[in-house]
């Protein structure tokens, strides 16, 4: 494992960082609703942006005014899970910016760890894409949400990924979109390079945000990696 300025890995988000996904979230939570005799606004669509399915689908019965019972719930979600695969089978597109980033990342030597809400089975088919594209895997660990203790914003899934490769919270660089993953990653004592596409991040101290991915590269996530806060003091 190689290490630049101190950078050893870099842990990255899927949906709405590395590839033009959330779209299809959002499409399959709205079909659902018209299911269910509703529509499901748009601010709490913004809600769920990066929240586990169980999450998603309390934020949608709530914005509808439903009341559902626990095997309801997990039919929902089953059904926009299945819904998604279906839209994600039919296309799926970079984040600009995202494929570079990921060639130049491992160009270096560093390592690099998918870090996924999404579940294994629906983050197999973007990884296929994206292996496709790339002529190669370019991620070292793989972990989605069906695969850890907790789901972001809990730092559990960046702490697996640290574990997995052998690193220090020191050593890492978080590449996120939405408001859950970087909580997730600055609570475990990483520093986060947050690059919103469908929902505001608000400042915090660890975290540097840019518009996209667009020019971003190896010397942009170690200047990233030195405004991390000591251990001691993340959430």
């Not at 300025?5 to 709205?30: I, N, S, Y």
């Not at 095997?71 to 929902?76: F, S």
């Not at 491992?106 to 294994?120: K, N, Q």
């Not at 002529?135 to 697996?160: H, L, M, N, W």
């Amino acid at each position: 494992m190689s290490s630049v300025g101190g950078l050893r890995a870099v842990l990255f988000d899927m949906d709405g960082t590395l590839v033009e996904t959330e779209q299809h979230w959002g499409e399959a939570m709205f079909e659902l609703a018209a299911q269910l005799g509703g529509r499901m606004s748009d601010a709490a669509r913004a809600r769920t942006i990066g929240a586990s399915m169980r999450v998603s689908m309390t934020v949608l019965h709530a914005d509808l005014g439903l009341t559902r019972s626990e095997e309801q719930l997990q039919a929902d979600a089953r059904w926009v899970e299945d819904r998604t695969a279906e839209l994600l089978g039919a296309g799926i597109a970079w984040r600009p910016g995202a494929a570079e980033l990921l060639r130049e990342v491992r160009a270096a030597g560093l390592s690099t760890a998918l870090v996924t809400t999404t579940p294994r089975r629906l983050a197999d088919i973007v990884l296929r894409v994206i292996r496709n594209d790339l002529g190669g895997d370019p991620f070292d660990v793989t972990i989605c949400g069906d695969e850890v203790s907790a789901r972001k914003p809990d730092p559990a899934p960046y702490r697996q990924a640290m574990d997995a490769l052998g690193v220090t919270p020191g050593e890492c660089v978080v590449v996120e979109d939405s408001l859950a993953g970087v909580t997730a990653g600055l609570a475990a004592g990483i520093a986060v390079l947050g690059v919103p596409a469908l929902q505001q991040i608000p400042e915090a101290p660890g975290l540097v945000v840019r518009d996209g991915l667009t020019g971003v590269g190896v010397a942009d996530l170690c200047e990233v990696l030195h405004t991390r806060r000591p251990v001691d003091s993340a959430v």
